[in-house]
């Protein structure tokens, strides 16, 4: 494959947010574009004004941008086949689809909608499904079934149209997709889509088709929810006489509750986001957050992103983005649908994490100076290396290791009422004088004192913990007391000591 001549686009439509098939369709463009030297464009589709959101354009800029797969060429960059909005391209499209009709490859079809719902009802009331195709156009009010005076007529009256394509019968269409091989269409199953609607505007498919060419788009690799369309695609290409783009059309992303595919009509009804970065709902001003907001990095979203239909070959899942681009292929990519794990998504994060423990320094000293907490920093990084295993985000880290600056304000219930008797009063009052003896005050020190059976051993780990922490949760009991030093140590033992007493 040439290293200098790949173009593919990433061209979504400013309808809402970008989701996680929207945002790994981008995903996998850039890659291919960067592991073939070529170039990455992004083209905002924005034809369908009735569902359009005022800020899809920025949410989708600022998501690229979070992501590190910023456009080469395009919206937010310029190149040399602007304008790169469709809605600015108008001119473009009519002097093209022009060219349809006088080849007598598309035709004007004046049908209204009342027109269209009689005969879908005609056709239901006789068992069958209605399709403007080409067993029904010449009984339809269109173009073909009037003579040129009656065309010249019927716009003169500024009567209401729309312009369709003509699907020419009894053709086996054959198509090659570059990740699900040879396709062979019947076009007697096709209909004759619109290109151009009533208001002017062109369809998706016509203004897709148009700009792919202009702008010299090598390979289209979009969401398999396009493939139904590739026909249509292929056979406009073929009507103007150009070469089309090679097609590799994209997996799925399915619901684990076996209900299709997820998509942003169903994001409330799932259990984890399916948004790189928060959107706030246009009508409501509703915040729902994104992976970025709910403490996921970049890296993180974008390496677990990757191998979500994709399978680099090797063994290894942790991958930097240069590393993702130089073991990108199409032919890796998985024909069938993939379904989102979470647990996985926050394992990603999990090893990021491991490698941030600068980061995690910053964000832990910044926090604790917020709560007025005044520590070494020897002392941070030493908590940091100690719970870092035990958190998969940033900001759980306090979570993990409150303990080592606040004294217990309260006690996990259950365990509490069941140590309030005077044998853990006295077990307590002994361990604060062997704890008293201990120098140096080192876990390991401390580990070799307590040598009981392992009942009770246990019990009187939990009494420490309990002490200390003020819940069953926690690093090595004995690393808790090494850190807290012997003084506070023996000061919690004590403070828990009253609480029991006061209890019974």
Same mark, same amino acid.
């Given at each position: ?5 790949? /173009?593919? /686009? ?12 929207? *945002? ?22 924005? %034809? ?80 069958? %499904? ?103 695609? *292929? ?154 295993? /035990?958190?998969?985000? *940033? ?33 307590? =009052? ?34 420490? /913990?309990?002490?200390?922490?003020? +819940?069953?949760?926690?690093?090595? +009991? ?8 012997? =003084? ?17």
């Amino acid at each position: 494959m040439s290293q200098n001549f790949v /173009r593919v /686009r990433f061209a979504p439509s400013p309808t809402g947010p970008l989701h996680l098939g929207g *945002i790994r369709t981008a995903l996998y463009n850039y890659l291919f574009a960067k592991r073939h030297g070529g170039t990455f464009i992004l083209r905002i589709e924005d %034809t369908d004004q009735k569902r359009f959101v005022s800020n899809s354009e920025s949410y989708i800029l600022e998501t690229l941008k979070w992501c590190r797969i910023e456009p080469d060429e395009g919206v937010g960059v310029g190149g040399p086949y602007s304008p790169y909005y469709q809605s600015k391209r108008c001119n473009i499209y009519r002097f093209y689809i022009n060219q349809l009709l006088e080849k007598g490859d598309a035709y004007y079809a004046f049908d209204t909608d009342i027109d269209i719902d009689k005969k879908r009802k005609e056709y239901s009331e006789r068992g069958f %499904t209605f399709s403007y195709n080409n067993r029904v156009r010449m009984d339809m009010d269109n173009s073909l079934t009037m003579t040129k005076e009656q065309l010249h007529d019927k716009l003169q009256s500024c009567s209401s149209y729309v312009i369709r394509f003509k699907v020419k019968p009894g053709e086996k269409l054959k198509m090659h997709d570059l990740i699900r091989g040879e396709i062979i269409i019947d076009s007697d199953h096709l209909d004759d889509k619109i290109l151009l609607k009533s208001d002017g505007v062109a369809t998706y498919h016509l203004a897709n088709t148009i700009d792919d060419h202009l702008m010299k788009i090598t390979h289209v690799l979009r969401g398999e929810e396009w493939l139904s369309s590739m026909s249509l695609h *292929i056979l406009l290409y073929r009507s103007f006489g150009w070469t089309p783009p090679l097609f590799a059309h994209l997996p799925l992303i399915l619901r684990k509750d076996g209900k299709g595919k997820i998509s942003k009509r169903n994001a409330s009804s799932l259990d984890y986001p399916i948004f790189p970065i928060q959107w706030k709902v246009p009508d409501t001003q509703i915040i729902i957050p994104g992976y970025r907001e709910l403490g996921y990095f970049p890296e993180a979203f974008v390496n677990m992103l990757a191998l979500l239909g994709w399978n680099p070959g090797v063994k290894n899942e942790i991958f930097s983005l240069q590393e993702l681009v130089n073991f990108f292929s199409l032919e890796r990519i998985n024909k069938s649908g993939v379904f989102f794990d979470l647990k996985k998504a926050n394992w990603f994060n999990k090893k990021y994490l491991n490698k941030k423990k600068k980061k995690c320094f910053h964000f832990f000293a910044k926090n604790s100076k917020k709560r007025f907490i005044q520590c070494k920093k020897d002392y941070l990084w030493k908590i940091i290396h100690l719970t870092i295993d /035990r958190i998969h985000f *940033i900001h759980e880290i306090w979570e993990h290791s409150f303990y080592f600056f606040i004294s217990p304000s309260s006690y996990e219930a259950n365990f509490f009422n069941k140590i309030c008797h005077k044998k853990s009063i006295l077990q307590l =009052e002994d361990t604060k004088i062997l704890l008293s003896n201990v120098n140096p005050f080192t876990s390991i020190n401390l580990k070799s004192l307590f040598t009981e059976s392992q009942k009770e051993k246990q019990k009187i780990m939990q009494l420490f /913990r309990l002490a200390l922490v003020g +819940i069953l949760k926690g690093i090595d +009991i004995f690393m808790i007391f090494e850190m807290l030093g012997k =003084e506070e140590s023996i000061q919690r033992i004590e403070k828990l000591i009253n609480q029991i007493k006061e209890k019974i």
